[in-house]
């Protein structure tokens, strides 16, 4: 594991057995999710959850992926258990995860993840299943914790056309075969799925990291986010409270995490503030965006200044 690594991770009920009993768990199942981002400082670009497992598309902070997968597979099982006034393993012994080149499969590994629905013959259409990503993706609702900007600026860098190249791709994919190589990895190492030179960076222990281009920095998004704002360097670092000091710091969390430069809690140091707080700013600027054209369009400049 790796800042940055991308990973395609399923987590199945023990024997089969149903994890999801009605909305209430799903959407306990949504707020452990948050929870864990809030905490650990992860990204998820795409999930499903199925009545019986769960599909996530995982890219990495600091943290571990086991410590992420065994706080939430803990607290989900305890959750159900409490419910159903049961107790023991809720989950199948260790979650399977797949460590995927993201500058190839980023957009495969979306789409399958959330064409899971229609190939179990569940929905026609991946819009109508309530219960992954694809509809925060068009618009159609909205998840806070879910990152949808980095896959679709890689469909244009405006977010209406995006939506639409997206919503294309992922229908075509329909068409495909059931990709097993999203469970199973390569013939060279099942827990890995890329090119021969990703693989072999991988098994060298010295992966490509995910993001950011090598001129990209904490400082620099500071920069380039003071220039947008018209803030002095150093009044960016006070702890007055404005409207315009905590969009731009809300505004500086984003593109530290969208540009894989560093973390929030790297981020939260730096400029004296609460991490719960630029999580919190993030979020707020996430949902803005989706109705904000002027918003989304700015994100899109700072993006490709910084980068």
Same mark, same amino acid.
């Given at each position: 594991?790796?800042?940055? +690594?991308?990973?395609?991770? %399923?987590?199945?009920?023990?024997?089969?057995?149903? /994890?999801?009993?009605?909305?209430?768990?799903?959407?306990?199942?949504?707020?452990?999710?948050?929870?864990? %981002?809030?905490?650990?400082?992860?990204?998820?670009?795409?999930?499903?959850?199925?009545?019986?497992?769960?599909?996530?598309?995982?890219?990495?902070?600091?943290?571990?992926?086991?410590?992420?997968?065994?706080?939430?597979?803990?607290?989900?099982?305890?959750?159900?258990?409490?419910?159903?006034?049961?107790?023991?393993?809720?989950?199948?012994?260790?979650?399977?995860?797949?460590?995927?080149?993201?500058?190839?499969?980023?957009?495969? =590994?979306?789409?399958?993840?959330?064409?899971?629905?229609?190939?179990?013959?569940?929905?026609?259409?991946?819009?109508?299943?309530?219960?992954?990503?694809?509809?925060?993706?068009?618009?159609?609702?909205?998840?806070?914790?879910?990152?949808?900007?980095?896959?679709? $600026?890689?469909?244009?860098?405006?977010?209406?056309?995006?939506?639409? +190249?997206?919503?294309?791709?992922?229908?075509?994919?329909?068409?495909?075969?059931?990709?097993?190589?999203?469970?199973?990895?390569?013939? %060279?190492?099942?827990?890995?799925?890329?090119?021969?030179?990703?693989?072999?960076?991988?098994?060298?222990?010295?992966?490509?990291?995910?993001?950011?281009?090598?001129?990209?920095? %904490?400082?620099?998004?500071?920069?380039? /986010?003071?220039?947008?704002?018209?803030?002095?360097?150093?009044?960016?670092? /006070?702890?007055?409270?404005?409207?315009?000091?905590?969009? +731009?710091?809300?505004?500086?969390?984003?593109?530290? =995490?969208?540009?894989?430069?560093?973390?929030?809690?790297?981020?939260?140091?730096?400029?004296?503030?609460?991490?719960?707080?630029?999580?919190?700013?993030?979020?707020?600027?996430?949902?803005?965006?989706?109705?904000? $054209?002027? =918003?989304?369009? +700015?994100?899109?400049?700072?993006?490709?200044?910084?980068?």
């Amino acid at each position: 594991m790796y800042p940055g +690594a991308l990973y395609h991770v %399923i987590l199945r009920g023990n024997d089969s057995q149903t /994890i999801f009993f009605d909305d209430k768990d799903r959407t306990r199942f949504y707020l452990l999710l948050q929870e864990g %981002i809030e905490r650990f400082g992860h990204r998820i670009h795409g999930f499903c959850l199925m009545s019986n497992h769960v599909h996530l598309a995982i890219q990495m902070g600091e943290v571990p992926l086991s410590r992420i997968l065994q706080n939430l597979s803990f607290r989900y099982t305890r959750w159900v258990n409490w419910r159903q006034k049961r107790s023991g393993h809720l989950f199948q012994g260790r979650y399977k995860a797949v460590l995927v080149d993201a500058d190839i499969y980023l957009k495969e =590994l979306v789409r399958y993840i959330h064409l899971n629905p229609v190939r179990a013959g569940i929905v026609n259409e991946p819009e109508d299943y309530g219960w992954s990503g694809h509809r925060a993706y068009l618009g159609l609702e909205a998840i806070p914790w879910l990152t949808t900007d980095w896959v679709l $600026s890689l469909f244009s860098k405006r977010l209406s056309l995006a939506r639409k +190249a997206y919503t294309t791709f992922v229908h075509d994919g329909k068409k495909g075969s059931r990709q097993e190589e999203y469970h199973k990895g390569t013939k %060279i190492d099942s827990r890995i799925l890329g090119d021969d030179d990703f693989i072999d960076r991988v098994l060298d222990g010295k992966p490509r990291r995910l993001r950011p281009k090598a001129t990209a920095t %904490i400082d620099k998004a500071i920069l380039e /986010i003071c220039r947008h704002f018209h803030l002095e360097e150093n009044d960016f670092f /006070i702890t007055g409270r404005g409207h315009k000091l905590s969009e +731009a710091r809300g505004m500086a969390a984003w593109l530290v =995490l969208e540009l894989g430069v560093g973390t929030l809690a790297e981020l939260s140091r730096r400029v004296g503030r609460d991490l719960t707080t630029l999580s919190a700013q993030v979020k707020r600027l996430q949902i803005r965006s989706k109705t904000d $054209s002027e =918003l989304a369009e +700015a994100m899109g400049l700072l993006l490709k200044a910084v980068s």
